[in-house]
């Protein structure tokens, strides 16, 4: 079985996190440039090949506070994942783009948990919380979600990070709870494992 990566590299599908040092050596990292202000303007930010942009390490910003009750009303935090990888992604039941990402987001949720990386979702705009709850159940979703009818918890991100109007939208949180890399629209796996495997990488 083959996946296609990117524009034209074809390279062999992989198991859990090795696919990053795929990527690697085809090149499929490009550096930006701090001289041409990154991709989007972002200083010093690497482009993925998949569509996704990298922060370099010491540019980063820090994810702001999120806090408050889940689906269930449980309260969660993304702080209470410091130390740990956390993909953060913004959804609604009411998106199809939402569901066409759900799946591989539920897959890789379980597949990574083990190398320290923890799923967060923020449901938006979805003021009946049972129509969110029949999303997490149709996708058999494991992870928790913030309830944010009101969209606020996306406003705290800086609009170039975050555009709350773009759902979904995926972050990658590094161990230091600093936003690592950002994208927009629906995401597969073949884009954010490798992304999840760059970061885990890196030195808390």
Do not use: Y
């Amino acid at each position: 079985m083959r996946r296609r990566v990117g524009a034209s590299v074809l390279v062999p599908a992989a198991t859990g996190l090795a696919v990053a040092g795929v990527l690697a050596v085809a090149g499929l990292w490009t550096d930006g440039g701090a001289g041409a202000g990154g991709p989007a303007g972002r200083p010093n930010a690497i482009t993925a090949a998949a569509g996704a942009t990298v922060m370099d390490p010491g540019t980063r910003q820090d994810a702001p506070a999120l806090a408050g009750a889940d689906l269930d009303g449980k309260q969660v935090a993304l702080g209470d994942f410091r130390g740990e990888v956390v993909v953060l992604n913004a959804w609604g039941s009411w998106c199809g783009p939402c569901r066409a990402e759900a799946d591989d987001l539920e897959r890789l949720s379980r597949e990574t948990r083990g190398d320290g990386v923890r799923f967060l979702g923020i449901n938006t705009r979805d003021r009946d919380r049972a129509a969110a709850r029949s999303f997490v159940r149709a996708h058999d979703m494991t992870f928790p979600s913030l309830h944010d009818p009101e969209g606020e918890l996306l406003l705290r991100f800086p609009p170039s990070l975050v555009n709350p109007q773009a759902i979904p939208s995926t972050l990658v949180i590094d161990r230091r709870g600093r936003v690592a890399a950002a994208i927009g629209g629906a995401v597969t796996d073949e884009q954010l494992r490798p992304l999840l495997a760059r970061v885990l990488q890196e030195q808390s």
